[in-house]
């Protein structure tokens, strides 16, 4: 190995570099497949953390690798140690926020204040549905598909709501209004079922172990209305604008359908010459 590195030292170099970056590439393939094997189950963000920290020590050890036969590596390191203080010093300026970002990611994976899944709200009004974690960054999937990628430093600093903590059913409270002279019984019914009908509601916990959708009730009369209101059950990892704009859609067509009157405000002007 070291007569070829002194006879052909271009081509040695570039071999060993290939063979290198193969290795690397066949290892994280095997600690892709090894993590995405043990995740299949169940999506769980500490073993998300993990696979990018098990990518990042691949990384290192390849690039260590790949040095490690150029000529003057040696005496290198050697200078640097030498400079042990300063040379720390300057590393840990330079990626104070990368490791600020790694250690609250680690702090984040082991209390685990939400899942992947899980819907949460930030103290600054951020709002989203966990997808995924890295070294550096939490990814969350916010209103109209928008991906929010927020630092974990940033996010482990912050007040969190999470509408999914140890439940797998997250609930919205819709109001409807109907005409004075609507069969408010029939109208009761009807907004129950274009719920039921929905894709995406479900059963909730209605108090013990009984599950089922929420009932329907008369809540109050309005100035020109009846107001008719029910609570709805819905997965925790379906985003909650979703869940309203499917069930009034459905609630909307429902009424009209059934001849039930959906009244607004309107003014009589009277003029007098």
């Known amino acids: 190995m070291n007569s070829l590195k002194q006879q052909y030292p271009a081509l040695f170099y570039i071999v060993f570099a290939v063979v290198v970056l193969f290795l690397m590439w066949g290892a994280e393939r095997l600690n892709h497949l090894i993590f995405r094997k043990i995740q299949q ?16 020590i ?38 104070q926020d990368v490791i600020k ?35 550096r960054h ?10 929010l990628v927020i630092p974990n430093s940033r996010l482990n600093a912050m007040k969190l709501v999470n509408y999914s903590f140890h439940t797998g059913v997250r609930s919205v409270y819709l109001k409807y209004y109907i005409a004075y002279d ?19 509601t479900m059963p909730g916990n209605l108090g013990g172990r009984k599950k089922d959708y929420g009932s329907v009730y008369f809540i109050a009369y309005e100035v020109s209305s009846l107001q ?7 997965s925790a ?11 009034n ?5 429902a009424l009209a359908e059934n001849g039930i009157e959906v009244p607004y405000p309107y003014v009589n002007v009277i003029s007098r010459k």
């Open 41 to 56: 189950k169940k999506e769980v963000l500490h073993l998300r953390f993990f696979e990018g920290v098990n990518s990042a």
């Open 182 to 200: 609507s069969d408010v019984e029939k109208a009761m019914e009807v907004i129950r079922k274009a719920v039921m009908d929905s894709p995406l």
């Open 138 to 147: 939490v990814v969350l999937q916010g209103i109209d598909t928008n991906t």
């Open 58 to 95: 691949i990384l290192i050890i390849g690039i260590i690798l790949a040095f490690s036969v150029i000529d003057g590596v040696d005496s290198i390191w050697k200078t640097l140690l030498g400079g042990t203080a300063i040379f720390s010093a300057v590393i840990a300026f330079a990626a």
């Open 237 to 247: 990892s379906s985003r909650t604008e979703d869940v309203i704009s499917d069930v």
């Open 101 to 135: 970002d790694i250690l609250a990611g680690l702090m984040i994976s082991v209390h685990k204040p939400f899942e992947v899944g899980d819907r949460i709200e930030l103290e600054d009004g951020t709002a989203g549905i966990v997808k995924d974690i890295s070294l």
């Open 249 to 253: 859609l459905r609630v909307n067509h």
């Open 228 to 234: 008719m209101a029910t609570t709805v059950f819905f």
